[in-house]
């Protein structure tokens, strides 16, 4: 069981927007840690998405993009391609366990 | 180029050790902490151990605490994970990343190298 919550699986079609959501709690997002997105494309190292929240590094394109409120954030991916297909995962950082850093279960984006 | 290359895994016996490295090249090594993160077979990730990048602070999860040790070697630009009393739930991918400087967040990261616990 996760300390962040992301729904195992979420599907669109070519062109579509698609949101992954990331439950926390009061003792990570709820506590105003910031959340990071990383996508996994199969067979690869993780990559870095989306940074303290909203951030896109370099090379990211702007149809991904993340928000947070209160003990929750959201991925959000518009004009959905192919190549989009890969789990993503949420991490944060949790106060209740020392230095530790959370990583969400994760999600398959299935492009139909 | 920015990169990071782990070495080190093999298949171990159920109680047994093993030392992974990392190589850092393509950036000032010193100036960053660095992270171990795991992915069992089919499964998510699951954040290991952090260390600082002089090495004051180091963290683990509770699943490895008292069992694995971070370490690193500036002058080498290396990171190494020590792992003792290695279990079956230990199998993994492990990977090392570079903590960005400010956001809490892993921008870098290695290709990775498998870990196997059986008999």
């Known amino acids: 069981q996760s300390v962040l919550t992301q729904p195992p699986s979420v599907s669109g079609a070519p062109g579509q927007r698609v949101t992954i959501s990331c439950t926390g709690s009061s003792s990570n997002i709820g506590a105003g840690y910031d959340v990071h997105w990383y996508q996994q494309l199969p067979g690869t190292a993780p990559k870095l998405l989306i940074y303290g929240n909203t951030n896109r590094p370099s090379g990211v394109p702007d149809r991904f993009s993340g928000s947070r409120s209160a003990t929750s954030a959201s991925l959000a991916i518009t004009g959905l391609q192919a190549e989009d297909e890969a789990d993503y995962y949420c991490?944060?950082?949790?106060?209740?366990?020392?230095?530790?850093?959370?990583f969400g279960g994760g999600t398959k984006l299935t492009v139909l | 180029e920015l990169q990071l290359v782990e070495t080190g895994g093999t298949l171990v016996q159920p109680g047994g050790s093993l030392r992974l490295s990392c190589a850092a090249s393509?950036?000032?090594?010193?100036?960053?902490?660095m992270n171990w993160v795991r992915q069992a077979p089919g499964k998510g990730l699951e954040w290991v151990s952090h260390?600082?990048?002089?090495?004051?602070?180091?963290y683990y999860a509770d699943s490895v605490k008292g069992r694995f040790t971070i370490s690193r070697d500036n002058a080498k630009n290396s990171l190494y994970l020590q792992m003792n009393s290695l279990r079956g739930e230990d199998t993994a991918v492990y990977y090392c990343?570079?903590?960005?400087?400010?956001?809490?967040?892993?921008?870098?990261w290695g290709q990775g190298t498998m870990v196997t616990v059986s008999s």
């Open positions: 393509g950036f000032t090594f010193s100036s960053f902490s």
């Open positions: 260390i600082s990048s002089s090495s004051t602070t180091m």
């Open positions: 990343a570079r903590r960005m400087s400010g956001p809490d967040a892993s921008d870098i």
């Open positions: 991490q944060s950082y949790d106060r209740s366990l020392s230095g530790s850093r959370v």
